[in-house]
């Protein structure tokens, strides 16, 4: 939005020595410190030189229909039951087709639309499946089929300027200028609800009162009555369309944030005007964002808050809500934006979304990114919208999604109890890659793992380790989640991160690079052609597996270091054993890599250095 107002090194690991011919094991030992490797038949020792250190409604219904399982959807032939998908489907015809003879009821002008086929629309919208789909619009293209069915809200504002401006009392007014309208990005601009119907709520919570305490936007001097204190930092969190202040992630984000610092957190529910028609929500976010905006000007006049102390957290629509209040914020000092939403935002001008000129510092994370408008599934935006975007496993992917077995395993372990538990397993199931930017922020608040991202061109160079570099001033690298307000970035540019997570239930990795430096004990250079794998040794015993030749052969000179991107979820920094197999392996396009009688097939190995690259 357009802003109103001011804006170890790795440690050596080992010297290989002598090696002589045979298939068997290189063992090397020094202080009690061994490099064990396995190279077809050599034996060769290695001296080591010295240890190493170192929510309740189902978001957008049709996410679910991607994650079928064809082997028992259908029933036809084992004579079972009628599938759900078969029914959701020719329910969606017919919702299709009353919506086109509605349409073209009313193009006509003669009459209304029918009040029958109003009814029926009013009947589907109840189901557990067809009514997500009419009560959510998943699809911004298929709102214009909808909306002819529903009845006209009542509950907006009746008076309007020559521009469509609405006025909301002491929040100010908004307009609908033509700004907020494109034929493909964003058919439709409406005006949002009243403010009794949205009818946004602040919950303050403190670490003297966990449960927090409602302040409704509409009585926002009950604040003077909540444990709210303004010489502490303080976080807001809005939740996105179809959300509501008790789902699961914010609550735990809410706990994590007050077990991590001592804050005033405040959580928005504007469940009001996002449990409507996606187009409706995306207008509502406007009027809530002056909500939040109206709140922080009250804190700052009536209790001396400094919002350059203000940090909001929004996920989904709640980041461009986010953006609409920093706008009317002088000064605010950050905005997280969570896997922003994609329809009606991507490709708009800023005064439409979330962008660097709402906070003083704006932060984004993207992890649904692949666009509706591609063929793809993706809710959120891959457009950079903030000082710093981070794209995790190039912002879409994200590991585990597409695995079942996510969804009874969330139910255990996200929450404090079942029923939040449930809650959290229904949305991994509807959107997990949407939600997962949630889930990231949530566990770098008290991880020990730094969730460093690195500054790439694309998320391949990342992979192959052609980035993996701070710099010299520590610019080209930050960390994913609370901390990312610690780069030492300019603030003035707009900065592509990359990283990889894991599949959780601690998502982050720790980033090594592994040198090897290659031999050539008889002085006659060469190649040896083979398959590389290292296992590192921790402390407490246990072995960590890297395969450097997964994809193909390695071509290694003898003579020369070769450098390994690693990535792993423990720490191993602090590890002093390492065993090295080497398999030869000839290259069926190069004769002069076969091995026939007299040859050297051994890998001879003098170092080998592991370093991290993590921020600390």
Same mark, same amino acid.
């Given at each position: 939005?357009? $802003?109103?107002?001011?804006? !170890?090194?790795?440690?050596?690991?080992?010297?290989?020595?002598?090696?002589?011919?045979?298939?068997?094991?290189?063992?090397? $030992?020094?202080?009690?410190?061994?490099?064990?490797?396995?190279?077809?038949?050599?034996?060769?020792?290695? +001296?080591?030189?010295?240890?190493?250190?170192?929510?309740?409604?189902?978001?957008?219904?049709?996410? /679910?229909?991607?994650?079928?399982?064809?082997?028992?959807?259908?029933?036809?032939?084992?004579?079972?039951?009628?599938?759900?998908?078969?029914?959701?489907?020719?329910?969606?015809?017919?919702?299709?087709?009353?919506?086109?003879?509605?349409?073209?009821?009313?193009?006509?002008?003669?009459?209304?639309?029918?009040?029958?086929?109003?009814?029926?629309?009013?009947?589907?919208?109840?189901?557990?499946?067809?009514?997500?789909?009419?009560?959510?619009?998943?699809? #911004?293209?298929?709102?214009?089929?909808?909306?002819?069915?529903? &009845?006209?809200?009542?509950?907006?504002?009746?008076?309007?300027?020559?521009?469509?401006?609405?006025?909301?009392?002491?929040?100010?007014?908004?307009?609908? &200028?033509?700004?907020?309208?494109?034929?493909?990005?964003?058919?439709?601009?409406?005006?949002?609800?009243?403010?009794?119907?949205?009818?946004?709520?602040?919950?303050?919570?403190?670490?003297?009162?966990?449960?927090?305490?409602?302040?409704?936007?509409?009585?926002?001097?009950?604040?003077?009555?909540?444990?709210?204190?303004?010489?502490?930092?303080?976080?807001?969190?809005?939740?996105?369309?179809?959300?509501?202040?008790?789902?699961?992630?914010?609550?735990?984000?809410?706990?994590?944030?007050?077990?991590?610092?001592?804050?005033?957190?405040?959580?928005?529910?504007?469940? *009001?005007?996002?449990?409507?028609?996606?187009?409706?929500?995306?207008?509502?976010?406007?009027?809530?964002?002056?909500?939040?905006?109206?709140?922080?000007?009250?804190?700052? !006049?009536?209790?001396?808050?400094?919002?350059?102390?203000?940090?909001?957290?929004?996920?989904?629509?709640?980041?461009?809500?986010?953006?609409?209040?920093? %706008?009317?914020?002088?000064?605010?000092?950050?905005?997280?934006?969570?896997?922003?939403?994609? &329809?009606?935002?991507?490709?708009?001008?800023?005064?439409?979304?979330?962008?660097? =000129?709402?906070?003083?510092?704006?932060?984004?994370?993207?992890?649904? /990114?692949?666009?509706?408008?591609?063929?793809?599934?993706?809710?959120?935006?891959?457009? &950079?919208?903030?000082?710093? !975007?981070?794209? #995790?496993?190039?912002?879409?992917?994200?590991?585990?999604?597409? =695995?079942?077995?996510?969804?009874?395993?969330?139910?255990?372990?996200?929450?404090?109890?079942?029923?939040?538990?449930?809650?959290?397993?229904?949305?991994?199931?509807?959107?997990?890659?949407?939600?997962?930017?949630?889930?990231?922020?949530?566990?770098?608040?008290?991880?020990?793992?730094?969730?460093?991202?690195?500054?790439?061109?694309?998320?391949?160079?990342?992979?192959?380790? %052609?980035?993996?570099?701070?710099?010299?001033?520590?610019?080209?690298?930050?960390?994913?989640?609370?901390?990312?307000?610690?780069?030492?970035?300019?603030?003035?540019?707009?900065?592509?991160?990359?990283?990889?997570?894991?599949? *959780?239930?601690?998502?982050?990795?720790?980033?090594?690079?592994?040198?090897?430096?290659?031999?050539?004990?008889?002085?006659?250079?060469?190649?040896?052609?083979?398959?590389?794998?290292?296992?590192?040794?921790?402390?407490?015993?246990?072995?960590?597996?890297? !395969?450097?030749?997964?994809?193909?052969?390695?071509?290694?000179? +003898?003579?020369?270091?070769?450098?390994?991107?690693?990535?792993?979820?423990?720490?191993?920094?602090?590890?002093?054993?390492?065993?090295?197999?080497?398999?030869?392996?000839?290259?069926?396009?190069?004769?002069?890599?076969?091995?026939?009688?007299?040859?050297?097939? =051994?890998? /001879?190995?003098?170092?080998?250095?592991? /370093?991290?690259?993590?921020?600390?």
């Amino acid at each position: 939005m357009s $802003r109103r107002g001011e804006g !170890d090194e790795g440690e050596n690991w080992g010297e290989r020595k002598e090696g002589k011919g045979g298939e068997g094991e290189h063992v090397a $030992r020094a202080g009690g410190s061994v490099v064990r490797c396995v190279a077809g038949r050599e034996e060769d020792q290695i +001296r080591h030189s010295r240890p190493l250190r170192h929510p309740h409604h189902l978001l957008k219904a049709t996410r /679910a229909n991607l994650h079928q399982e064809p082997s028992h959807l259908h029933a036809g032939r084992s004579g079972g039951m009628v599938s759900p998908w078969r029914m959701a489907t020719v329910a969606a015809v017919v919702v299709v087709m009353a919506a086109t003879v509605a349409a073209a009821v009313e193009e006509s002008g003669v009459v209304e639309a029918p009040s029958f086929l109003s009814g029926m629309m009013s009947g589907l919208s109840t189901l557990p499946v067809i009514g997500n789909v009419l009560r959510a619009s998943v699809h #911004p293209l298929y709102q214009p089929l909808v909306s002819p069915l529903q &009845p006209a809200p009542i509950t907006r504002e009746d008076a309007a300027g020559e521009d469509g401006e609405r006025c909301f009392g002491e929040l100010g007014c908004l307009s609908l &200028p033509d700004t907020f309208f494109h034929p493909v990005h964003r058919p439709i601009n409406l005006p949002p609800y009243r403010r009794e119907q949205v009818g946004v709520v602040f919950t303050v919570h403190a670490r003297e009162d966990l449960q927090g305490t409602p302040v409704p936007a509409l009585l926002v001097e009950a604040v003077l009555n909540t444990s709210f204190t303004p010489q502490r930092p303080t976080k807001f969190i809005i939740h996105g369309f179809l959300d509501h202040t008790g789902v699961t992630w914010m609550l735990d984000m809410v706990r994590a944030l007050l077990a991590a610092q001592d804050l005033n957190v405040v959580t928005v529910d504007w469940s *009001g005007g996002s449990q409507a028609l996606y187009s409706q929500a995306t207008t509502n976010t406007r009027l809530v964002g002056l909500e939040v905006a109206h709140f922080i000007h009250f804190l700052k !006049d009536k209790l001396g808050l400094d919002p350059g102390d203000v940090h909001i957290i929004g996920h989904s629509l709640g980041s461009h809500t986010a953006g609409y209040a920093g %706008e009317r914020v002088a000064g605010l000092g950050r905005i997280t934006g969570l896997d922003p939403a994609e &329809p009606f935002f991507q490709f708009m001008p800023p005064s439409v979304r979330l962008d660097p =000129s709402d906070a003083l510092f704006v932060d984004v994370i993207h992890s649904d /990114a692949d666009s509706i408008f591609n063929l793809g599934a993706g809710f959120g935006l891959r457009q &950079p919208v903030g000082h710093l !975007d981070f794209y #995790p496993n190039d912002g879409r992917g994200q590991p585990g999604c597409d =695995s079942l077995a996510r969804v009874p395993l969330t139910a255990l372990t996200d929450g404090v109890n079942l029923l939040e538990g449930l809650d959290a397993a229904q949305k991994e199931f509807i959107a997990c890659h949407h939600n997962r930017a949630a889930k990231l922020f949530t566990d770098s608040i008290l991880s020990p793992c730094p969730y460093t991202a690195f500054q790439c061109t694309s998320y391949s160079h990342y992979l192959k380790g %052609e980035c993996v570099s701070c710099g010299q001033d520590g610019s080209r690298c930050a960390r994913l989640g609370l901390h990312a307000d610690r780069w030492r970035g300019d603030n003035l540019t707009q900065v592509e991160m990359y990283l990889s997570t894991g599949p *959780g239930p601690h998502y982050c990795l720790y980033h090594y690079l592994l040198t090897v430096e290659v031999a050539d004990p008889e002085g006659v250079g060469g190649s040896a052609h083979g398959r590389l794998r290292v296992s590192v040794i921790t402390e407490d015993g246990e072995i960590k597996d890297f !395969d450097l030749s997964k994809e193909r052969s390695l071509v290694l000179r +003898r003579g020369q270091s070769y450098t390994f991107f690693l990535e792993h979820p423990r720490d191993l920094s602090t590890a002093t054993e390492a065993l090295v197999h080497w398999s030869y392996e000839a290259d069926i396009f190069n004769p002069l890599s076969y091995c026939v009688i007299f040859c050297d097939t =051994s890998l /001879a190995i003098t170092r080998l250095t592991l /370093a991290s690259v993590d921020v600390r």
